[in-house]
């Protein structure tokens, strides 16, 4: 167990709703990252924030947004969802950007 | 386009043996480099990580870099059933930009 929990473990949600998926750091990392892993690939990098900033940014469109608070979690965002946003939500905390990153267990969320 | 390539395999190896991943990588910016294992329906487990060209060992585990090839390795010895699992090679730039390869499948018939 790496210490870091994402929440909730399942979604389903129905194309053009919004939906908002929760990470909370292992303790002493100050940095989050989210990834988008569909089946049979690798993670695709969302978006990361350090400090509460956001710290770098993915090939993703606007409708990707986030949030990290004073404590270090995090929430990612997805508006206006489309069926390709079908996928495993991956957050990943570290000591600082550019460290190595643990995973948590994921949000499968699936939009029909 | 940044990418980094890795074999999808399966790669099958028999209990015991050696088992080899190999990852490519197009951005001679990378700075850092990961090796993490994913069993099915389970999030990434990081195992190896390595900065600097050379070897790196941890127990049954060798990381293998070469910045000048652009290239980073996995070896596992005395390989194990329970090592059967996907193998994705991340890499790390100054952007902050970890990205992934899609993973090699590994099997270890016992």
């Known amino acids: 167990e790496t210490g870091v929990t994402q929440s909730p473990t399942h979604l389903i949600k129905t194309r053009g709703q919004q939906v908002t998926l929760r990470c909370s750091s292992q303790?002493?990392?100050?940095?989050v990252s989210w990834y988008q892993q569909a089946l049979g690939q690798g993670p695709q990098f969302i978006f990361q924030y350090y400090r509460e900033e956001e710290n770098g940014r993915g090939n993703f469109p606007p409708r990707f947004s986030g949030l990290q608070f004073p404590n270090y979690s995090s929430e990612l965002n997805v508006n206006a969802l489309e069926l390709d946003d079908s996928a495993l939500y991956l957050c990943?905390?570290?000591?600082?950007?550019?460290?190595?990153?643990?995973f948590g267990p994921g949000t499968r969320l699936t939009v029909t | 386009q940044k990418e980094v390539e890795q074999n999808s395999g399966p790669l099958s190896v028999p209990e015991g043996a050696i088992a080899s991943l190999n990852c490519t990588y197009s951005?001679?910016?990378?700075?850092?480099f990961f090796w993490y294992r994913q069993y099915s329906g389970k999030s990434p487990e990081l195992i190896m990580f390595i900065y600097s060209n050379g070897d790196k060992e941890d127990g049954r585990f060798t990381a293998q870099l070469n910045k000048a090839s652009q290239y980073v390795s996995l070896l596992i010895r005395d390989s194990q059933p329970s090592d059967s699992a996907t193998y994705l090679c991340a890499v790390n730039d100054n952007n902050n930009d970890m990205r992934f390869g899609a993973g090699t499948r590994l099997t270890v018939k016992p």
């Open positions: 951005d001679r910016g990378s700075q850092s």
């Open positions: 303790s002493g990392h100050n940095t």
């Open positions: 990943a905390s570290s000591w600082t950007s550019g460290n190595e990153q643990y």
